[in-house]
């Protein structure tokens, strides 16, 4: 039985050269709500910060919010490194898990967004999570999100998409009205 008093956010960002200035700040506001929300509804609340390009990195909530890098995208080495963190710091007997990831879309491709889908049905699957919510920033198409559209079809996994600035609270109440808090 899960601490009902202890949660984990592990929060991802795209750090790509084509997230700007726009997609920094609808992550930092949706960010800021949705773990404002859990922290209100549970005592102890742990959060990462993982950037992620073509690589991987935990980073400081500032450089999260902040940094920006060149160069592509692979998706995939951000949730890498989510599933492996959530493994090594928060069992699910312990945690009530929520994963984000924030994207513009981009990523290197097919090859990279199966190797997403299989990362996050584990997570689903191994890891008991109580959600893991994809938030596109802009709505252009995007492979990985019809990717994930046409093949997830656990419940705990959400879509949010944030085309301007006032998308980011109506973002936030679809994610927390699919939201399981214990």
């Known amino acids: 039985v899960r601490d009902e008093n202890s949660a984990a956010v592990i929060l991802m960002r795209d750090a790509s050269g084509s997230m700007g200035e726009f997609e920094k700040y609808v992550t930092r506001s949706h960010a800021w709500w ?3 929300f859990l922290r209100d ?8 910060f993982i950037l992620h ?4 990195e935990e980073v400081t909530e500032e450089s999260f919010f902040k940094r920006g890098e060149s160069g592509g995208t ?7 490194l989510a599933f492996q963190i959530m493994r090594e710091r928060f069992p699910s007997s312990r945690y009530n898990t929520y994963v984000l ?9 097919e090859p990279d967004n199966k190797i997403c889908l299989g990362l996050i049905g584990e997570m689903l699957n191994i890891e008991d999570i109580n959600q ?3 938030i596109q ?6 492979s990985l999100r019809r990717t994930y559209e046409q093949n997830i079809k656990d419940p705990r996994f959400n879509i949010a ?3 301007d600035k006032t998308q980011v609270h109506q973002a936030l109440r679809q994610l927390l009205s699919e939201t399981e808090v214990v």
């Open 41 to 48: 509804k549970y005592p102890a609340v742990e959060t990462v």
């Open 34 to 36: 949705y773990v404002d």
């Open 132 to 134: 893991y919510g994809y």
């Open 161 to 163: 998409v944030i085309a």
């Open 74 to 80: 692979m998706c995939s080495s951000g949730n890498q």
């Open 101 to 109: 990831h924030y994207s513009d879309g981009d990523n290197l491709g």
């Open 53 to 56: 390009h073509t690589e991987a």
């Open 137 to 142: 920033t802009g709505d252009r198409s995007s």
